[in-house]
């Protein structure tokens, strides 16, 4: 059953995906974090996802019998960004340096938002495959009955 797969693969996008919604909103919660419990200022996050192989050569088998490129995607890592960190002139900071700079996470707005709008247009997305699948196996079980 081919479309089965399908909803397997798209589901396993929206849980990819919303894990990186939700590490996007951990970076934009941190913007200004310069302290954190290793004693850093934040390091901006990101999310690594890789193509998830079959489980066993005949599931890989029954995958390219059925036509299905592919089983789907899987979060293989969540990374820790080792950009240069900001500095900000701010003498009255307490994690200012005998400078009177602070060290700033590596966070940027900007690119946050993208991210965002990038994962949740793909989030979008594979609902609308879920929801024409699951349209056509209702129209296939209404021919059924006629």
Do not use: C, W
Request: glycine share 6%.
């Amino acid at each position: 059953m081919a479309f089965l797969s399908s909803l397997d693969i798209s589901g396993s996008a929206l849980t990819a995906q919303r894990l990186r919604m939700d590490v996007v909103a951990e970076n934009v919660a941190n913007i200004s974090t310069t302290r954190t419990a290793e004693g850093e200022p934040y390091r901006r996050r990101y999310v690594v996802f890789q193509q998830r192989e079959s489980a066993s050569f005949t599931d890989a088998l029954n995958n390219s019998i059925a036509g299905v490129a592919g089983s789907g995607v899987r979060v293989t890592e969540i990374g820790e960004d080792q950009a240069e960190l900001k500095l900000e002139y701010n003498p009255s900071h307490p994690d200012a340096n005998e400078y009177g700079y602070v060290e700033m996470p590596n966070v940027e707005l900007a690119r946050e938002m993208v991210d965002m709008m990038s994962a949740t247009r793909s989030y979008e997305a594979n609902v609308t495959v879920l929801n024409s699948t699951k349209s056509m196996a209702m129209s296939a079980l209404e021919i059924g009955r006629s």
